[in-house]
T-cell receptor, first 114, second 113 residues
Framework: ETGVTQTPRHLVMGMTNKKSLKCEQH?????MYWYKQSAKKPLELMFV???????ENNSVPSRFSPECPNSSHLFLHLHTLQPEDSALYLC?????????????FGPGTRLTVL | QKEVEQDPGPLSVPEGAIVSLNCTYS??????FMWYRQYSRKGPELLMY????GNKEDGRFTAQVDKSSKYISLFIRDSQPSDSATYLC?????????????FGTGTQLKVEL
């Protein structure tokens, strides 16, 4: 068990729906991340939070909206998504945001947009 | 050109074989090199982590980094069916936004009985 949990594990939504993905880390880490994993493509970093402050936003469309209320919780709010947004969304955490700080991943939310 | 190139496989080997997985990269700013293993329907888990050029061994796994050639490898000795998974190489550089990991596409490995 990695200490990073994600809910829901599976989500099917229509293009007009609004939903949220939740991530919780039990490792006492200060940094949290959202990644997108699509078939045959590398993991794409979406957002980075350090001490609840967003430090990286990788040109992600505004239909994805992150929220980090505290260092243990991270949300990804979704609205008016497109079918090409269907993917595995992974949350990760690390002690700090240095290059030597290992990132620990959750199991992911498998998102399907109809 | 992608920053990190990794053969997606699939790679199928018999149990007990030595497996070699490789990645090449183009960005000289990468400082740390990692191998993650991802089982089906799970998130990636860190297997090996190296900084300098050379070899690092952990049980049946050996990670090798050659910064001059911009090439990293993961060797698995005495491969087991439980090693069947997708192996992702990842590299990090320190950017203004903090720790940015760049991943390869992953190599799917199947170890057959």
């Amino acid at each position: 068990e990695t200490g990073v949990t994600q809910t829901p594990r599976h989500l099917v939504m229509g293009m007009t729906n609004k939903k949220s993905l939740k991530c919780e880390q039990h490792l006492g880490h200060n940094a949290m991340y959202w990644y997108k994993q699509s078939a045959k493509k590398p993991l794409e970093l979406m957002f980075v939070y350090s001490l609840e402050e967003r430090v990286e936003n990788n040109s992600v469309p505004s239909r994805f909206s992150p929220e980090c209320p505290n260092s243990s919780h991270l949300f990804l709010h979704l609205h008016t998504l497109q079918p090409e947004d269907s993917a595995l969304y992974l949350c990760a955490s690390s002690r700090r945001i240095g290059p030597s700080d290992t990132q620990y991943f959750g199991p992911g939310t498998r998102l399907t947009v109809l | 050109q992608k920053e990190v190139e990794q053969d997606p496989g699939p790679l199928s080997v018999p149990e007990g074989a030595i497996v070699s997985l490789n990645c090449t990269y183009s960005n000289s700013a990468f400082q740390y090199f990692m191998w993650y293993r991802q089982y089906s329907r799970k998130g990636p888990e860190l297997l090996m982590y190296t900084y300098s050029s050379g070899n690092k061994e952990d049980g049946r796994f050996t990670a090798q980094v050659d910064k001059s050639s911009k090439y990293i490898s993961l060797f698995i000795r005495d491969s087991q069916p439980s090693d069947s998974a997708t192996y992702l190489c990842a590299m990090s550089e320190l950017t203004g936004g903090g720790n940015k990991l760049t991943f390869g596409t992953g190599t799917q490995l199947k170890v057959e009985l």
